[in-house]
């Protein structure tokens, strides 16, 4: 078989996840447990580790390997790589997905909040696909690497730029090394999904007017019509991982925005503009930045109800994917 050739199972190899702990890194980590894979799941908080490997293994009945690491360290990538390797004979599949979410008006953040979401999301991705790419190289079967953008970093998403600006390098990152390590045997694939039910939302941080932030974030982030599935969307993304595509976006919604403004970007950019003034004010500028769980619901009645109708199953979603605490 040739390495660029698609392996009819993932059965047997050796995969690792970072953001693995809870939303869609649980779900992709659950996933390739459910095709056999020696999974190693990578965050920053060992209990949630711990909680996400117990998930996996009830479920799957597979043996989840766990490693505590901040991928904005490379030397930390560096050790736990090279762990995984020990342990299972070389790494064959890596999926770096570890991110972070703020959500708030340009106004109410400041360089260091960009420089946060680089720090995570692009730093991150870019850590672990230099230090993964001499296993996979090595990989019998053909390495695989897959780094999750967004379609946020297709087009820029207002209220939302610092982790457009990281997602869109995760996206020029991704293509790049698909042409250069292909030579090697290594497929890499973008992957940008849309909208989906994760369950983020607890876990993102809020700016400016926050409860306001809060509302409409989480509603449009649950709407069945507009957000997808995370569970879908796992398997999605794991099965074009599998077939080595090079390129995955997810959701009608995401391929749509992503296609216009790859044909028509001035006007997706004055209809983003039109989109900002629905959206919350700066309010009192810079308050800081807050957790969603921490944040509470709008005080306008009628703005209450619509967010606990639209955020009904991205509630559902942060139950069951790790993202409260038991």
């Known amino acids: ?87 299972h004979g070389g790494v064959d599949l890596v999926i770096a997905n570890a991110g972070i979410i703020q959500v708030a008006p340009v106004e109410a953040v400041g360089a260091e909040e960009f420089r946060s979401a680089m720090d995570t999301i692009f730093y991150g991705a870019l850590h672990t696909s230099l230090e993964a790419l001499p296993y996979l190289r090595r990989s019998p079967a053909g390495g695989r690497l897959a780094l999750i953008g967004s379609v946020g970093g297709l087009l820029a998403a207002p209220h939302l730029l610092p982790y457009s600006c990281a997602k869109s390098a995760v996206g020029t990152l991704a293509e790049g090394l698909h042409a250069e390590a292909a030579r090697d045997g290594v497929t890499v694939t973008a992957v940008h999904p849309g909208l989906m039910r994760t369950g983020s939302h607890l876990h993102a941080v809020f700016g400016g007017e926050r409860e306001k932030e809060f509302a ?77 769980a921490e944040v509470g619901p709008p005080s306008h009645p009628v703005a209450r109800k619509v967010r606990a109708w639209g955020s009904a199953l991205n509630d559902r979603a942060s139950r069951a994917y790790n993202q409260r605490p038991v």
């Not at 998930?55 to 050790?79: F, K, M, S």
């Not at 995401?254 to 403004?261: N, T």
């Open 1 to 87: 078989m040739s390495p660029l050739t698609a392996s009819p199972s993932l059965q047997g190899l050796s995969a690792v996840v970072t953001g693995g702990s809870r939303g869609l890194g649980l779900l992709l980590a659950d996933e390739l447990a459910a095709r056999h894979c020696a999974v190693t799941i990578v965050a920053r908080d060992g209990e949630e580790l711990t909680r996400a490997a117990d998930l996996i293994r009830r479920r799957r009945g597979a043996r989840i390997r766990t490693a505590v690491c901040d991928v904005r360290d490379r030397t930390a990538v560096r050790d736990v790589l090279g762990d995984t390797a020990r342990e």
């Open 216 to 292: 409409w974030f989480s509603t449009v982030a649950g709407m069945p019509l507009v957000s997808m599935d995370a569970g879908r969307a796992a398997k999605a993304i794991v099965r074009g991982v599998q077939r080595r595509r090079t390129r995955i976006v997810l959701t009608p919604a995401a391929r749509v925005a992503g296609l216009a403004h790859g044909v028509a970007p001035a006007l997706t950019t004055r209809a983003a503009t039109l989109a900002t003034r629905m959206l919350p004010s700066a309010g009192d500028g810079r308050r800081g930045l807050r957790k969603g």
